[in-house]
């Protein structure tokens, strides 16, 4: 079992600066790959970036360049620092995890708004 838990949400202007945290606890060391979602208001919930056990990274093409995703080496935690934010980005992001047994955990999510 993998429990995940997210911090960092909140509001802030367009153009502005945020960073969520992930806090892993449980077997992490059956962690293959992490990642991030968000679901907007009234849309599915979408993929935005993730990180393998090597440190690979992948992002969604719009938030690439402005959105960095990254590990601690203990692999207890993860984060996302996102820059230059746009209203539309406006969503609840969720923390996701996926062990080499092919099982997936979600944390509660945390809320992030843009104001324009």
């Known amino acids: 079992q993998v429990q995940l838990v997210e911090s960092g949400g909140g509001s802030v202007q367009a153009g502005e600066s945020l960073r969520l945290s992930c806090a892993a606890s449980?077997?992490?060391?059956?962690?293959?790959?992490m990642g991030w979602y968000r679901q907007a208001p009234g849309k599915q919930r979408e993929w935005v970036a993730s990180i393998n056990r090597g440190g690979t990274t992948n992002y969604l093409e719009s938030v690439k360049g402005r959105f960095t995703i990254t590990r601690a080496n203990t692999r207890d935690r993860m984060y996302f620092q996102m820059s230059e934010v746009k209203p539309e980005e406006t969503a609840v992001y969720y923390c996701?995890?996926?062990?080499?047994?092919?099982?997936?955990?979600w944390g509660e999510g945390t809320l992030v708004t843009v104001s324009s």
């Open positions: 996701h995890a996926q062990t080499v047994f092919a099982r997936t955990y």
């Open positions: 449980g077997s992490i060391g059956s962690i293959a790959n």
